[in-house]
């Protein structure tokens, strides 16, 4: 049971309850036309991010990590009309094509992207806080500084949901020198020794391979 069957078995949950979509499909292919990582959640993980935020009843929402727009356009889709989600992205490129997707998708009135480090960009969106659901999905290293950010500017019963904590398991490893790796791990000692959360993390396969995503409720 491997990438094969994973990979089938994520298509078959797509088809089922996805199914074509113009906006998200032209999303994907304008970022592979543009040369982009084909590094976007995929269709399930989208839906999941979505369904999240509709259950959750977020109208703010905070992402960080925009690449084309892919996951943008799901969680940007559960706000209602007066909703905002502001998305961060460092390459000025990720941007252009996210913008333009993000339009493609009628989105633009209630999406904003940002560009810039996000540990430069953050600060000039504090103003905008509290947000009622993040997406960290950027620069593994920093995760720590990003939901350090995020739990600071949050309010009670926010949720923050992170992507790749697993990464093919290495996570386990102690000994890891990966920055990505040491950040994921800084990560996880301070969901655990944080009074003001209460957090899980779920390992996931798929047609991204095998990882996981952390789900972190804030209590007070
Ligand atoms: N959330 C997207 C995928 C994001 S991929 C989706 O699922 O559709 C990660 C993105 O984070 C890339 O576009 C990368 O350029 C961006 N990134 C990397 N370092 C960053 C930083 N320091 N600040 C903001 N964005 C960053
Ligand atoms: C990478 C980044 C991601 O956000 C992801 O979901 C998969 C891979 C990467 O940088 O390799
Ligand atoms: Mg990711």
Do not use: C
Request: hydrophobic content about 45%.
């Amino acid at each position: 049971m491997t990438q094969r069957v994973w990979t089938e078995v994520d298509d078959y949950i797509a088809g089922l309850v996805i199914g074509d979509d113009p906006a998200l499909d032209g999303a994907l292919e304008a970022s592979d036309k543009a040369g982009l990582p084909q590094i976007a959640v995929s269709p399930s993980h989208g839906k999941l991010l979505h369904l999240i935020a509709r259950i959750h009843g977020a109208r703010k929402i905070l992402e960080i990590g925009t690449l084309a727009g892919y996951s943008t356009i799901w969680l940007a889709r559960a706000l209602p009309p007066d909703g905002k989600l502001i998305t961060l992205e460092y390459d000025a490129r990720h941007a252009e094509v996210a913008t333009a997707n993000i339009a493609g998708a009628g989105l633009a009135d209630r999406v904003e992207v940002r560009v810039g480090a996000a540990l430069d960009t953050l600060p000039t969106i504090a103003e905008e806080a509290p947000f009622d659901l993040f997406f960290i999905d950027a620069d593994k290293v920093n995760n720590p500084k990003y939901v350090r950010w995020a739990i600071d500017n949050s309010r009670p019963g926010s949720v923050i949901i992170v992507d790749n904590v697993v990464r093919n398991g290495l996570v386990v490893d102690a000994t890891s020198t990966d920055p990505a790796i040491v950040g994921t791990r800084e990560l996880g000692s301070l969901l655990a020794n944080e009074p003001r959360v209460s957090a899980t993390m779920v390992q996931t396969v798929g047609d991204k391979g095998y990882d996981g995503f952390a789900l972190v409720l804030v209590e007070s």
